[in-house]
């Protein structure tokens, strides 16, 4: 059975500082944090984990560093340094975006999350150009 893959573009600032929606734990999840020292592993909620933490998680090595700026497109540059990050996300919902999308707003950060599909991410590879809205 083959799945969708939505890709989040979502600015590094953004990536760092929301916190990750319920709904994603609730379809992914549980996850938890690694275990300090003797401690027990520390389950990731909305109140304790950002999406950094959880995608990182769950989705090992699936995040794409790029710089976008007047001069165009870089893809693959290293984190430090980047200025979005384009997450694969396989069978995102509905309620997954609209919670994503929600965190976002309630920060007020410039530049929001972009999902893109499939050839959508293809044609922003190619051209650095997003969808229109």
Do not use: C
Not at 79 to 94: D, K, M, R, V
């Amino acid at each position: 059975m083959a799945f969708a893959i939505t890709y989040l573009r979502i600015s590094t600032a953004n990536y760092e500082a929301l916190p990750i929606p319920q709904p994603f734990l609730n379809k992914r999840g549980p996850l938890y944090f690694p275990p300090v020292g003797e401690a027990d592993p520390v389950e990731m909620t909305s109140s304790n984990a950002g999406i950094k933490q959880a995608y990182e998680d769950k989705y090992p090595n699936m995040r794409m560093s790029v710089i976008h700026n007047a001069n165009g497109l870089e893809w693959g540059t290293a984190y430090e340094g980047s200025t979005h990050q384009i997450l694969a996300l396989p069978n995102l919902s509905q309620i997954e975006i609209k919670e994503i999308l929600a965190a976002a707003d309630a920060i007020g950060f410039d530049l929001d999350p972009v999902i893109l599909a499939h050839d959508e991410i293809q044609i922003y590879k190619l051209t650095g150009t997003l969808p229109p809205a």
